[in-house]
C-alpha cells in the first residue's frame, strides 16, 4: 500500500497529517479514499472530473500523464500531489 504525502497548501484540510496510506488501482481510487478520510479534499484536487491543472502526480519519482486514470502499481511506495510549476517568459 502506498503513502499519499499531502501537499502543504492541504495541510489544512488534514489537520496536519502529512502523509497516509492509502490503496487503490488508480489515481481517481486514491483520490476517492482520501475524500473518505478528509471530506472536501477531492474539490482541491479535482475540477470537472480532471485533476486539477495546476498540479501533477508522482508515483515513485515518475510523473503521471494519465491523471485520474494512471494506474497504480500494486508495487507503488510513494504517490505525491505536486504543484505544477509554470515556466519560461
Known amino acids: 500500500m502506498p503513502t499519499v504525502f499531502i501537499p ?3 495541510l489544512e484540510m488534514t489537520g ?5 496510506q492509502i490503496n487503490g488501482s488508480r489515481i481517481k481510487d486514491i483520490i476517492d479514499d482520501l ?3 478528509f ?3 477531492r474539490s482541491r484536487l479535482v475540477s470537472d472530473r480532471k ?13 503521471c500523464r494519465l491523471g485520474l486514470m494512471e494506474p497504480v502499481p500494486d508495487t ?3 504517490i505525491h500531489f505536486i ?5 519560461g517568459l
Not at 496536519?16 to 497516509?20: A, N, P, T, V, W
Not at 485533476?51 to 510523473?63: H, N, R, Y
Not at 504543484?83 to 515556466?87: E, K, P, R
Open 83 to 87: 504543484a505544477a510549476i509554470a515556466g
Open 51 to 63: 485533476l486539477k491543472e495546476d498540479l501533477a502526480v508522482a508515483i515513485d519519482g515518475q510523473t
Open 35 to 37: 475524500e473518505n478520510v
Open 8 to 10: 502543504t497548501m492541504l
Open 39 to 41: 471530506p472536501g479534499i
Open 76 to 78: 507503488a511506495k510513494e
Open 16 to 20: 496536519g497529517i502529512k502523509d497516509i
